[in-house]
């Protein structure tokens, strides 16, 4: 998604100085998606790999809720269903969140 968004950068930003414009002579010009990824891994590869981490650590508290879940098995108290409800919904929406963060 990275390499989208800084390919349309690079268009919509042209100088066209000389008439070729930064992404080359064509709009699928290879020279321009290695640009992309280059640039992406040089200057924004701790945004990638924070992102990374909050992604990893979201799925790590779903499996322990999950594991939880699995081991006390089907709970008699209604308020511990109700509690345990209320944790696995905000931890997939948490997850979700640090998705849909990551992607955009």
Known sequence: LYG??????????AQNRSGIPEGGHTFCDCRLSLKAFCSGLCFHSGSLACGAFWIALARVGQLLLFW?????????????????????????????????VSEH
């Open 68 to 100: 939880a879940q699995k081991k006390e098995g089907e709970a008699s108290n209604s308020v511990t269903k109700c509690l345990r409800g209320c944790v696995n919904f905000l931890a997939d929406c948490f997850a979700r969140f640090i998705e849909m």
């Open 4 to 13: 989208t968004a800084y390919a349309v950068k690079a268009w919509y930003f």
